[in-house]
């Protein structure tokens, strides 16, 4: 492969193949070497998509003779966002079950709600979970408290504290709204959107999970801001 290419001008391609099925022009990488792939993969450790690249790697494996190397360090990688995606929707369908009992909803911001977005979802990286209760907050954290957990951070925008070894985020704001204007201004706008979203709410589907889930997701619009 020439010198002159970019790791850009071979990975976009790749993402492209991973979120929207676009196949890949195959002689990008052709004569590709071990270090110009690591170096693929190093460049997207950073912003989460070292999963969605490595999955479209090994799925064109054969076609472009993919250094064994390079296929292991795919396989385990994916194997490893695969389990924590895992791990972590679990704790999220117990925590759900849990406040449904006390009649508490429960929505899910960022990682594991927005991973229902792509194909495949565990091939969306994300390490906690960040819950949203439409105000009620304090009744999760009193419960965790009640049980020995230990809750911290409670007077900022969300407190936080671990689950079953997951990281959780209970948010009673969406931004720093005692700190920053804006924060103060787009929670307003994220109040409306939210309550809408309570009204007429659409359901997390998780990843091999058959049953019925009472996870809200949020709207387009409230993501697109947020």
């Known amino acids: 492969m020439s010198n002159t290419f970019k790791e850009d001008e071979l990975l976009f391609p790749l993402l492209q193949y991973s979120l929207f099925g676009k196949y890949p022009d195959i002689s990008l990488y052709k004569g590709c070497t071990s270090e110009q792939y690591n170096k693929i993969l190093a460049d997207t ?8 690249i490595a999955w479209a790697l090994l799925s064109i494996s054969e076609e472009i003779n993919l250094p064994i190397s390079i296929k292991l360090n795919c ?7 695969k ?23 429960m929505m899910i911001i960022k990682g594991l709600s927005i991973s229902a977005l792509y194909p495949i979802p565990h091939l969306r990286e994300f390490g906690d979970i ?31 504290l671990y689950y079953e070894g997951v990281s959780i985020e209970n948010h009673k704001y969406f931004g720093n709204i005692d700190i920053y204007k804006t924060d103060r201004s787009l929670q307003t706008i994220l109040d409306k959107l939210v309550k809408s979203v309570e ?9 091999n999970h058959s049953d019925p889930c009472s996870i809200i997701v949020p709207s387009a619009d409230f993501n697109a801001l947020f």
Request: no cysteine; charged share 30%.
């Open 83 to 105: 389990k924590i995606y895992y791990r972590i929707s679990s704790a999220a369908v117990k925590i759900s079950e849990r406040l449904a009992k006390l009649e508490v909803k």
């Open 199 to 207: 009204e007429k709410p659409s359901y997390l589907k998780i990843e």
């Open 75 to 81: 396989a385990l990688h994916i194997e490893q966002a």
């Open 130 to 160: 960040d819950m949203y209760l439409f105000g009620k907050y304090a009744t999760f954290d009193k419960l965790m408290e009640s049980e020995g957990i230990k809750v911290t951070n409670k007077k900022n925008k969300h407190s936080n």
């Open 45 to 52: 450790v950073g912003d989460g998509t070292y999963s969605l």
